[in-house]
C-alpha cells in the first residue's frame, strides 16, 4: 500500500495517509474560540488526508488549558464553522478531536469551582493556570449519576461539530485525559460499575463512544487511545492490565462500526497494537509517540507494511504546511520550533514556508 495514495476511514474519504494528528496550540483566547488565525492554521494543511483539529473541550468543566478552543458556546461553533469552510474550500477532511481534560486542570481554567476525574486523586506536580503555577488539585470524584451527564456532554459537543460543518469527531481516550483516568488503574480506584475491573474500567470510554455514534453515525467517529503510554499519572505499567483492558474495550468498540481506532503507541508494529487493530477490525492510524518525530520513512514503512491504514503525524505537520507535497516528492523538510508551540500568535504557527516560498528553493533557482 502507498502513503499517497486515497484510503476511506468509515464514512470520511481521504486522498492520502497523511494525516494531521491532534495538536493543542493554544491560540483560542479566553473565550476559546478559533478565529481567523485559527482557519488560516488548518486551511494551510489541508492537502493532508484527513486534518484531527486540537483537543478540545465539551464543556467548561471538561477545559484543561487556558486557549484551549472549545464546542460549548455559540461563538465556539461558529469560529468552528469558519475553520471547517476554510479546509473544505481547500479540499481537505476535518474531524475534531473532543477532549474532556478531567484531572489535568484547575478551578482557575474551567471556572467552573472544581476539576472531575474518577477518583479524588491530584496529579503529582504544577499546572499552568492564568495565575501562574499551582500544584494540581483534589479532582471531584465523579458519581455515577455525574459520569453519564459527562457522556451526554460529549455528545452535545460532538453534535454541536458536525452541525458546524466538521467531518466527525475525535473521541480523546489518550494521554493521562478524563477518558483515559478511567482506563488506568492508578487514576481509577471506583468501586462502582466503573471501577476495579478492566471491562468496569472500560465502561465509561465504551458508552461514551457508543453514545456519540449513535447521535452522529459510526461512520464519522473515531477515537484516540495510548496504552502503556504512562503520562499525566494515568499509569498503566501492568502489561497483562492493559491487554485485559484495552481488549475489553476494543471488544465494546467493534460493534458500533466506528470510523478508526488511532493508537498512540511507541511500538506500532508490535504485538499489543496489532492485537488491538485485529479485534478493532476496522481502519488504524498509528503514531508512535512523542520520542522522535514521525518521519518520512517511518510512515511509509507503516502503511507498506500494512501495519496501519493510515499515520498520525504531528511535530513535521506543524513545520510543513504542505508536507505531503514534500513527502511525495522527496523535498527538504522544514524544522519545528518547540518554543512557539504553545506560544500566541502566527509565529511559529501559520508562518511556516511552503516549498514555493521557501529561501531555500529561492536561492536554488539562482
Ligand atoms: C504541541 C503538541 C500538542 C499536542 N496536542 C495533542 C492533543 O491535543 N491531542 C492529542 O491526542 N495529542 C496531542 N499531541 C500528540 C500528537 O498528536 C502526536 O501524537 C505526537 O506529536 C507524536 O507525533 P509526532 O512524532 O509525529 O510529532 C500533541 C503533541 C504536540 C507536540
Known sequence: ????????????????????????????????????????????????????????????????????????????????????????????????????????SHPDITGTGRVVAPSAIA?????????????????????AEEARATVRDIVAASERAVAAGLDGVE???????????FLSPATNHREDEYGGSPANRARFVVEVATAVAD???????????SPEHNIQGALETDHLDVLATYVALVDGLRPLGLAYLSVLHSEPT????????????????????????????????????????AVAVGRLVIANPDLVERWAGGHPENVPNPATFYAAGAEGYTDYPTLVASPADASGGR
Open 1 to 104: 500500500m502507498d502513503l499517497f495514495a486515497p484510503v476511506s476511514l468509515g464514512d470520511l474519504q481521504l486522498a492520502n495517509r497523511v494525516v494531521m494528528a491532534p495538536l493543542t496550540r493554544l491560540r483560542s483566547g479566553d473565550a476559546g474560540v478559533p478565529g481567523a488565525l485559527v482557519a488560516d492554521h488548518y486551511a494551510q494543511r489541508a492537502s493532508v488526508g484527513l486534518i484531527i483539529t486540537e483537543g478540545t473541550f465539551p464543556s467548561a468543566e471538561g477545559r484543561a488549558f487556558p486557549g484551549q478552543p472549545g464546542i460549548v458556546t455559540d461563538e465556539q461553533a461558529e469560529g468552528w464553522r469558519r475553520v471547517a469552510e476554510a479546509v473544505h474550500a481547500r479540499g481537505g477532511r476535518i474531524v475534531m478531536q473532543v477532549m474532556h481534560g478531567g484531572r489535568v
Open 171 to 181: 473521541i480523546h481516550s489518550a494521554n493521562g485525559y478524563l477518558l483515559h483516568e
Open 123 to 143: 496529579i503529582d506536580g504544577e499546572v499552568r493556570t492564568p495565575a501562574g503555577k499551582q500544584p494540581f488539585p483534589v479532582p471531584h470524584a465523579l458519581t
Open 270 to 309: 508490535g504485538d499489543l497494537v496489532q492485537e488491538l487493530r485485529r479485534r478493532f477490525d476496522g481502519p488504524l492510524i498509528a503514531n508512535s509517540g512523542f520520542a522522535t518525530p514521525t518521519t518520512r520513512d517511518e510512515a511509509v514503512q507503516l502503511i507498506e507494511a500494512s501495519h496501519a491504514e
Open 215 to 225: 447521535a452522529i453515525g459510526a461512520g464519522r467517529v473515531g477515537i484516540r487511545i
